[in-house]
């Protein structure tokens, strides 16, 4: 499997908090996600946790189902700052995670939160797999958010009335401190003799599609093929800019001869 990624931080001098990483047989982008104040409840912050994640997934990625994979390596990494850290706390860290996995002739995919997997198939349109289920409970906050005022207190009040929803039935569903997250990602398989490649995306690089609609997903991969992912990424800081929208971190991995390398 051939990999090109490419990351950039919201602001220069702040910390990533998206992750990503391959070895030969797989990938995974992990999404790091933090409000202000999660610094309170955890000494570590979002981009060290976004890190660990994504390392444990990478040492773990061939020892079960993706499902099984992920959940232990939530596991691993609760273990690691549980002593120091408030980590049942609704707004500790938290990410939105990706993986894909070559294996048995086939290309398999997760996809938890609202980060992106997109399949190139050159006999169909791309297959596009995320999870909205956070995006559609974050949008119906927004109204009470925008009448409150940035960073005072019932603006914090409301944030934290959100994030209670993660991983509960009902609500949306992320990398956090409970590795039973994990079964709720949305997950399958396609032979890699179907596919051209497949890239994986932070929603701060998924806005070239939506809301920016600078590229519809058979355009983005066109571009990924032909210029690379850090195009891609300038194309998204560019329009930012433009619309005066504040800026997210953004991150791609592309992947291509996925037959090359399989197990």
């Known amino acids: 499997?051939?990999?090109?990624m490419a990351s950039v931080a919201k602001r220069a001098g702040r910390a990533n908090e998206d992750f990503t990483g391959a070895v030969p047989t797989a990938a995974v982008l992990i999404d790091g996600a933090g409000i202000p104040g999660?610094?309170?409840?955890?000494?570590?912050g979002v981009a060290w946790y976004a890190a660990r994640l994504g390392g444990s997934l990478l040492s773990l990625v061939h020892d079960g189902s993706l499902p099984e994979v992920l959940g232990e390596a939530i596991g691993q990494v609760t273990d690691e700052h549980r002593d120091t850290c408030d980590v049942a706390d609704p707004i500790s860290p938290s990410a939105m995670v990706a993986i894909l996995r070559l294996s048995g002739g086939l290309a398999e995919y997760l996809?938890?939160?609202d980060a992106y997997v997109v399949l190139d198939r050159p006999a169909d349109t791309p297959l596009v797999v995320t999870d909205p289920r956070?995006?559609?409970i974050s949008r119906s906050y927004q109204p009470a958010l925008e009448?409150?005022?940035q960073g005072g207190d019932e603006y914090h009040r409301i944030l934290r009335d959100l994030r209670a929803n993660r991983n509960r039935?009902?609500?949306f569903w992320l990398a956090k401190d409970d590795p039973r997250a994990a079964d709720e990602a949305i997950t399958g398989s396609l032979p890699t003799s179907e596919l051209n490649g497949a890239a994986l995306l932070s929603n701060g690089a998924s806005r070239i599609v939506d809301p920016f609609r600078l590229a519809g997903w058979p355009e983005v991969l066109a571009a990924l093929a032909s210029s690379g992912p850090a195009e891609i990424l300038r194309r998204v800081r560019q329009a930012e800019a433009r619309d005066?929208?504040?800026p997210d971190d953004a991150t791609i991995t592309?992947?291509?001869d996925l037959g090359g390398s399989d197990l």
């Not at 499997?1 to 090109?4: D, E, F, G, P, S």
């Not at 999660?38 to 570590?44: K, L, S, V, Y």
């Open 254 to 256: 592309h992947c291509t």
């Open 147 to 149: 009448a409150a005022t």
């Open 111 to 113: 996809v938890l939160g």
């Open 134 to 136: 956070e995006v559609i």
């Open 244 to 246: 005066a929208v504040a």
């Open 38 to 44: 999660t610094e309170t409840i955890c000494r570590h």
């Open 169 to 171: 039935p009902g609500g």
């Open 1 to 4: 499997m051939r990999v090109t």
